[in-house]
Structures are given as structure tokens and as C-alpha cells.
């Protein structure tokens, strides 16, 4: 009962609730609020522009920067485990605040989708369709906490691998601290490092669930619109004005469906490609580092951030490939209304929109790959190859020789 009040959004509502798509993104958008990129409530003006300054400062701008300094001053420090534990997140940590920037650049667009999420509440009447967005929402809102879950876990793990063995997570660059000078300067630069990458790590779930949130949302209102294009011409009490009246109804809540798309695919395309580009590389780097360097606290650390990296791309490359056999289902069903008995103006109308509906949503990342099943497992295959490649080429027996050498 406590969790049900504290977050209602989680738990599916009764039929007879009215519907509310837009709280498939409630945590969500408020966890993007907290992500520093919206504009300042007046209320908290100064509070939220230093807690923006300090996020964004520590975690998307000053990280990816710490990493590579780091390594350029300190890399004869590295073991080869702590190397690839750092390489592996510092990838993640520059495609996590490309992410972020494309999001704050274009974050307007989770409220114009919010309305057109509104838009097709309207046209829910039915206690039966009432129910499956209620489900819909709830199951959206329940992935988002998972995603949150498993993030967390990965940064409280390496925080805690890493204070066990008396180094900091990454080893980043900080200016006037050096963790091996003191105990004090260890702590400071564990806690800094675990600020900017549990703040990461929060912005990475808001940038990588998004899209899983709106499109699980949408998949239920396509639903519905099936169900509702197989009940045209099917009652004897309409007129052939009224059927071909509930005919134009349906291609309007198909537009308005398209919209919704539309009004997303540039942040989807942005933020997938990013990660497509870099999700072999760093699952190839986890590899490596979990069979030949890891011991049990930094292998199970690795475990959880490979469970992250495969979140980024897999859940969302599965709904779009639902989505496609939604678009084809709404062909589908539209065809089996009863259009036969229908005037010449009707049949063609419905024959047209047969046409427009036989043509899938896709979303393309970047306008090079089509984001599918297909494409998620061809760049994933890629950290096989970089795998393949270590072993061929001995070099984690060259490392592991040097650092006996030392």
C-alpha cells in the first residue's frame, strides 16, 4: 500500500479509470527534470541552475575529459584490469554525454508527444481499451525502475570493488588531488568519481528508456486503432455517410498516430546512433576484462555494466521490430472490415488508406541503420571480433608480462 501511494503510476488502474498515456512518462520526465535540462522554475531558480551546473559540470562535460587526461598522464599506472575496467566505461561516459546533449537540445519533444499522447486518450471509450493503456502505462513505468535498477547497481558495485582494494573506480584526472599521496585524497577522489558516474549513470537511464516508454504506449493505442478499424461497416444502424464518416475519424487518428512518430524520431535517431557506435567496442573491452584481468568483486562490477550496455539498444530494437508487425496488423484488420457493401466514394477512400497503412513505421539512426533486431545484433557481434582480435594478436600476454615485469 505504501508503494502504491508513493508511485500510483506503477500499479494498473481499474476500467473505469480515464485515461492518462502521458503518465506512461512520469517518473521518467521527472528524472529528466532532475537531469538539470529544463528550463529553471522560478519557485527554485538558484537552486536549480547550481544542482544543473554541478550534474552536468561533474558527470557530461568534465568526465570524458578526467578519463582521457587521466589516461595520458597515468597510464603507466594502469594495471592492464584497471585499464580496460576504465577504457570500457570511459567509451560509455563519451557516448552518454552525446546523448545527453542531443536531449537537451531537443527535450521540448517529450512534451509535444505528451500531447499528442492526449490527443489519442480522446478517442479511448471503450472499458476494454481503457484497460490495455492502463497496463500499457503501468508495464512502461515498471521498466523504468528497472533500467534505474540495474544502472545503480553497476555504480555502486565499482565504487565498492574499488574502495576494497584501495584505488579510486576509474583513476580519472582531478587537479590538486593525488589519491596515493593520502587517505583523504583517496576518499575525495573515490567520492567525486562515484558522483559524476552515479550522476551518469542517472542520465543514462533517462536518454536510453525514453524511447522504450513512449513506444510501449504507442504499441497499446495501435492496438486499440486495430480493433477499431476491423468494427467499421460492421453495425446496421449506420448510414453509408456515417460508416464513411468513422472512416475519415480513422485516418485522422492515423495521422495523428504518424505525428506522434515523428515528433520523436529525431531524438531517437540521434541517441541510437551514438550508442550503435560504440555498444561493440565497449561489450568487446567488458569481454576481455571479465576472462583474462577481472577478479571476483571488478568481474561481477563488469557483469552488471555489460547488462547496462545491452539495455542501451536491445529492449528498444525488440519494440521496433513489434512495431513493424503492428503497422501490418492494422492493414490487416482493416481489410477484414466490412467494406465490401460499401458506395464507390467509401471503397476508394478505404482502399488508399489500405495503401498508407501497408507502409511501417521505422526509425533509422541517423539515416544509416534501420534500428531492428538485425542491426543491435550485428553491432553487437562486433565485441566478438575485438575479442578474437586481443587473442590473436597476445596482447593481454603482453600486458600481463609487462606489469610482472614492473
Not at 289 to 299: K, T
Amino acid at each position: 500500500m505504501g508503494l502504491r501511494r508513493y508511485f500510483p503510476a506503477l500499479f494498473t488502474k481499474s476500467s473505469d479509470s480515464p485515461v492518462r498515456s502521458r503518465d506512461a512518462t512520469l517518473y521518467l520526465l521527472r528524472c529528466v527534470f532532475l537531469m538539470g535540462v529544463r528550463n529553471p522554475p522560478a519557485k527554485f531558480f538558484v537552486a536549480y541552475v547550481l544542482w544543473s551546473f554541478a550534474l552536468n559540470f561533474c558527470s557530461t562535460f568534465y568526465q570524458p575529459i578526467g578519463f582521457l587526461t587521466g589516461y595520458i598522464i597515468h597510464l603507466s599506472e594502469f594495471s592492464p584490469g584497471e585499464f580496460l575496467t576504465s577504457l570500457q566505461v570511459a567509451f560509455n561516459a563519451w557516448s552518454c554525454s552525446t546523448k545527453v546533449l542531443i536531449v537537451w537540445a531537443l527535450v521540448k519533444r517529450f512534451d509535444e508527444a505528451n500531447a499528442i499522447l492526449d490527443e489519442m486518450d480522446r478517442r479511448i471509450t471503450e472499458p476494454g481499451e481503457r484497460l490495455q493503456v492502463h497496463r500499457a502505462v503501468s508495464l512502461s513505468n515498471r521498466i523504468f525502475f528497472f533500467f534505474m535498477a540495474v544502472y545503480m547497481i553497476y555504480a555502486i558495485n565499482t565504487f565498492l570493488s574499488a574502495i576494497f582494494i584501495g584505488r579510486p573506480p576509474y583513476q580519472n584526472y582531478y587537479p590538486f588531488l593525488d589519491w596515493r599521496s593520502s587517505t583523504l585524497h583517496l576518499a575525495l577522489q573515490a567520492g567525486l568519481e562515484y558522483f559524476a558516474m552515479a550522476g551518469a549513470c542517472f542520465q543514462d537511464v533517462c536518454v536510453d528508456c525514453y524511447p522504450v516508454n513512449f513506444v510501449l504506449v504507442l504499441r497499446a493505442h495501435m492496438s486499440v486503432f486495430a480493433k477499431r478499424l476491423r468494427r467499421l461497416g460492421t453495425s446496421p444502424a449506420e448510414s453509408q455517410e456515417q460508416r464513411y464518416e468513422r472512416l475519415v475519424e480513422c485516418i485522422q487518428d492515423h495521422k495523428v498516430i504518424l505525428r506522434f512518430v515523428d515528433c520523436l524520431r529525431p531524438l531517437i535517431s540521434g541517441t541510437i546512433f551514438v550508442q550503435f557506435l560504440v555498444v561493440g567496442l565497449v561489450l568487446g573491452f567488458t569481454l576481455i576484462n571479465i576472462v583474462l584481468f577481472a577478479n571476483l568483486g571488478s568481474a561481477i562490477a563488469a557483469l552488471s555494466f555489460m547488462a547496462a550496455v545491452l539495455l542501451e539498444t536491445t529492449p528498444f530494437c525488440i519494440l521496433c521490430n513489434y512495431l513493424t508487425e503492428d503497422c501490418y496488423k492494422l492493414g490487416d484488420s482493416l481489410f477484414q472490415s466490412n467494406w465490401i457493401g460499401g458506395e464507390k466514394r467509401y471503397q476508394m477512400t478505404l482502399m488508399y488508406f489500405l495503401q498508407k497503412l501497408q507502409q511501417p513505421i521505422t526509425f533509422m539512426a541517423m539515416n544509416v541503420f534501420p534500428i531492428s533486431v538485425g542491426t543491435n545484433i550485428s553491432v553487437t557481434k562486433f565485441s566478438f571480433s575485438v575479442f578474437t582480435l586481443v587473442k590473436q594478436m597476445n596482447i593481454a600476454e603482453k600486458l600481463s608480462k609487462s606489469e610482472m615485469e614492473e
